[in-house]
């Protein structure tokens, strides 16, 4: 093998082809590399999040070789004791198919969260191989912090395991500054070993739009949507009540969820138990799809629970924007997501859950809407796009070899808009 192409192991149970965004980012991500000419093994889960039901895959990719198991686990309904059989399955069967994997290996690739995995995975090989872990969001920040006293117990335990995980990497790459001075601070890891790569654009975005979604959206009608994963970090409640709220005073715009899994369900039944008119909810929709997703949004909201900002920024992002379409982002004050989003123009940032303050703010967004196309929007954020969120950095971030540059992109200069 030539001398710049290795055998890379990459395992994280989120894979192809799994509808969210780490899922997405995983895929794109092997697949750039099994471009290069590396030899990529995936170690991975059958498709599950977020339903958190799996669906037994055997799809493939070209030039990868995936590893599947988990389609017989049975997850349980409390947040805790799913996260808890996640970790445990999947450290079993990840040190297992890796240490059949393990000659010839030159580079390990781990992606967070789940963690416990990582730790034993990268006990089975020597310092000469190297070990780069991926984090996607900080599980102990995240999601056991404000419950009762088993919660918080739980999140300390959560916290030694990711700092033992995070530490046994040769190198860790994080989605945002906020995220590295956090695992500074608060993992204790020196910041030399820490590399910023911003999420990278995934959907290809062109003029043509598609008519697969059309019966979902009202024609001559702002339709503002939310896509993804539902959870804590999320929101999802407030969330809805955002909807609720903005439907009575805004009678002319529809609100849209295309989610799945538990709190998606309950946030339906709870809708359905007092309806107000104008807020649907939706599956997921498929890849192919996205592009038209968000060329048929009015307005894309980005919600964050307050604890969330500095804990990780949402891969979808950059795909929102390169769309062209205006985003209405949630979030604190100052953080890092405000400030990306300050340098487009495309974006309207409200930095509470004041019920009013959103109502206003998601007016604000609507006229951002009608004032410009979605091409026009693209046009003006297409030069600090390609500079900050570009998957050639994040590339050249995972490749072992001193000296290669992973500069942060958001010292890039502000938009002239």
């Not at 780490?22 to 750039?32: I, Q, R």
């Not at 070789?65 to 309904?77: C, D, E, F, N």
């Not at 959560?158 to 995070?166: K, R, S, Y």
């Not at 050249?396 to 070899?401: L, S």
């Given at each position: ?20 965004s ?11 590399l ?7 093994d ?20 070209s ?17 805790l ?8 399955w999947?450290?079993?069967y ?30 089975i ?9 991926i ?10 912090t ?11 335990i ?9 530490r ?31 999420p990278?654009?995934s959907v290809?975005?062109?003029d ?30 407030q ?7 903005a439907?009575?005073?805004?009678p ?22 007092d ?38 920024l ?7 924007l ?45 006229l ?12 003006m ?9 570009s998957?050639?950095?994040?590339i ?6 001193p ?5 942060n ?8 808009v």
């Open positions: 093998m030539p001398a710049n192409r290795r055998q890379i192991l990459f395992v994280s149970p989120f894979f192809w082809p799994e509808a969210i780490t899922g997405k980012y995983n895929t794109c991500l092997v697949e750039a099994a471009a290069k000419g590396n030899t990529v995936v170690v991975t889960s059958h498709p599950f999040y977020p339903a958190w039901k799996p669906l037994v895959s055997h799809s493939t990719l030039g990868v070789r995936i590893h599947r198991a988990g389609g017989s686990v049975r997850y349980p309904k409390a947040i004791l799913r996260r808890l059989v996640l970790e445990l999947f450290a079993c990840s040190v297992w198919k890796t240490w059949k994997l393990r000659r010839g290996l030159e580079q390990v690739i781990v992606v967070f969260p789940p963690s416990l995995f990582a730790v034993l995975v990268n006990r090989f020597p310092s000469s191989i190297h070990k780069l872990g984090v996607h969001d900080f599980q102990a920040t995240l999601g056991f404000d419950g009762g006293l088993a919660k918080r117990a739980f999140s300390r959560v916290h030694a395991i990711e700092t033992i995980a995070f046994s990497c040769h190198r860790i790459i994080v989605l945002s500054n906020a995220m590295a001075e956090q695992a500074v601070q608060d993992y204790g890891l020196d910041s030399e070993n820490i590399s910023v790569c911003y990278f654009i290809n975005i062109t043509h739009l598609q008519t697969r979604l059309a019966d979902l959206f009202t024609e001559n009608a702002q339709h503002v949507v939310y896509s993804g994963a539902l959870g804590k970090k999320q929101n999802s409640f969330l809805l009540e955002v909807f609720r709220a439907a009575v005073r805004l002319d715009v529809h609100f849209h969820l295309f989610s799945k899994g538990p709190v998606f369900d309950e946030l339906r039944r709870l809708y359905l138990a309806p107000v008119g104008r807020i649907h909810f939706h599956d997921l929709v498929a890849d192919r799809d996205l592009e038209e997703l968000y060329l048929r949004s009015s307005v894309q909201i980005i919600p964050q629970e307050p604890c969330a900002s500095s804990a990780c949402p891969s979808k992002l950059p795909n929102i390169a769309a062209g379409t205006v985003i209405l982002a949630i979030c604190a004050a100052g953080c890092e997501l405000a400030t990306l989003l300050a340098q487009t123009g495309t974006a309207i940032v409200a930095d509470n859950w004041q019920m009013d303050l959103l109502v206003e703010r998601l007016q604000e967004a609507l951002l809407d009608r004032l410009l196309t979605k091409k026009q929007r693209r046009a954020t297409a030069g600090f796009l390609s500079r900050t969120f998957l050639d950095l994040l050249r971030a995972c490749d072992p070899v000296g290669v540059s992973t500069e992109s958001l010292t890039a200069p502000l938009l002239e």
